[in-house]
């Protein structure tokens, strides 16, 4: 509770000079987090998923870092912006549908030469042909799904991402790239969402932790089996770059498996709420949103400007920023985050005054940055720089 109250004391002081809402990074915990990927991931580089971050000028922080290459980014839009601005390795990690994307990326030989797209259908292949205005060769890499299939494939675990299920078809799509003029084949990815992004230790809830365990640890093992073999296979046509797996919660497991050369992770430089309900690592808390103190209804309630910051993904309480700081607030489960006002219940309440910070934790990362113009970097008790989000750069890249 004291380390609670300090921690509110420094957010204050270094926020002082500033009216809420506002958005901060503490750079020591970011710096902490960076760190603890690294070590995780076990001597592999991390490419850092900006979808994550959505800010040029942290992205720029951790790929200084030791054990950071490369940036697997949401868009072909943003890639394209990235690499203009300089980064030499990015991989654009969904499918894009950009014409005018392809059409400036197969045109600038600088352009083509640091981004790389994702391909998991030959009628993307096509869909790319017909958009290509230059005569710039297109980085491809390949996805596999990663889906835990059970019962015969009568229950399926995962995210429903790539249709490429098995090596002998991700083999079959790597000769559909090798095949087309104007293509190179240069990577493989295989991301995990229901290991790296499912917490194993729900607070509350231990039976349904334990079955997410068990899940995990089948998948896992499978996962390993499949990625081999799909490595295997796809190097029989093309030689490969890299091959990309994880995420920030299965980092130290992704990165065990001898045919993966990289790592990605992102949110967890941020560490938002929903990494509390995982059991194989720890964060600090890095990014934090502040909501000022507007009215008080009654005793133990007060109202705070704005905060309807739900992340996306199915819709529920788990989706939506909770009160941090002071610690003991708590929603209003009728109301839940406002639009324009969210009520906050609790002891703490009644010594809040008008204009007071709150301070708030989103359930995922980088989607904070959409709804602020710029992050106030803080060190110790003073804020150091403020730097601007996408958003802020005037950029949504969506």
């Not at 009216?19 to 076990?42: S, Y």
């Not at 000769?175 to 293509?183: D, Q």
């Not at 009520?343 to 989607?367: C, M, N, Q, S, Y």
Request: net charge positive; hydrophobic share 45%.
């Amino acid at each position: 509770m004291r380390a609670m109250s300090s921690e509110r004391a420094r957010l204050d002081k270094a926020t002082a000079h500033l009216d809420a809402p506002l958005a901060v990074v503490d750079l020591r915990a970011f710096d902490a987090n960076a760190a603890d990927l690294v070590r995780r991931a076990g001597g592999k580089p991390v490419r850092v998923a900006s979808k994550s971050v959505r800010c040029r000028a942290l992205l720029e922080r951790v790929l200084a870092r030791e054990g950071f290459a490369g940036v697997m980014a949401y868009t072909l839009a943003e890639a394209l912006w990235l690499a203009r601005s300089g980064v030499e390795d990015v991989l654009v990690a969904y499918p894009s549908a950009d014409r005018a994307g392809f059409a400036e990326l197969t045109g600038d030989a600088k352009l083509a030469g640091a981004v790389t797209v994702m391909v998991d259908d030959p009628a993307q292949l096509t869909w790319m042909e017909a958009a290509r205005t230059g005569r710039e060769e297109v980085r491809v890499c390949l996805e596999l799904d990663t889906s835990l299939r059970l019962l015969g494939g009568r229950v399926r675990v995962g995210a429903l991402r790539s249709p490429v299920a098995s090596a002998q078809r991700l083999a079959e799509l790597a000769g559909a790239v090798a095949r087309r003029p104007g293509f190179r084949l240069v990577g493989l990815m295989a991301y995990e969402a229901h290991v790296a992004g499912v917490g194993d230790a729900v607070a509350g809830h231990p039976l349904r932790s334990r079955a997410v365990r068990l899940m995990q640890s089948v998948a896992r093992d499978r996962l390993a089996s499949l990625r081999a073999r799909a490595v295997r296979a796809v190097r029989e046509v093309a030689e490969l770059e890299f091959v990309n797996g994880g995420g920030t919660g299965s980092v130290q497991y992704t990165a065990a498996e001898a045919v993966v050369t990289e790592v990605a992770a992102g949110s967890g430089l941020f560490v938002p709420r929903l990494f509390d309900d995982f059991s194989s690592f720890r964060g600090r808390p890095a990014a934090l949103f502040a909501l000022p103190v507007v009215r008080r209804p009654g005793v133990g309630v007060v109202t705070v400007l704005g905060g309807g910051y739900p992340a996306s993904g199915a819709a529920g309480r788990d989706r939506l920023p909770v009160p941090y700081l002071p610690e003991g607030l708590r929603l209003v489960a009728r109301e839940g985050a406002g639009e324009v006002q969210t009520p906050l219940v609790g002891t703490p309440a009644d010594d809040l005054l008008i204009g007071d910070k709150v301070w708030f934790r989103h359930a995922k990362a980088g989607e904070l940055c959409e709804r602020f113009a710029a992050l106030h970097l803080v060190e110790g008790d003073r804020v150091v720089r403020t730097v601007p989000t996408y958003r802020g750069e005037g950029h949504t890249f969506l």
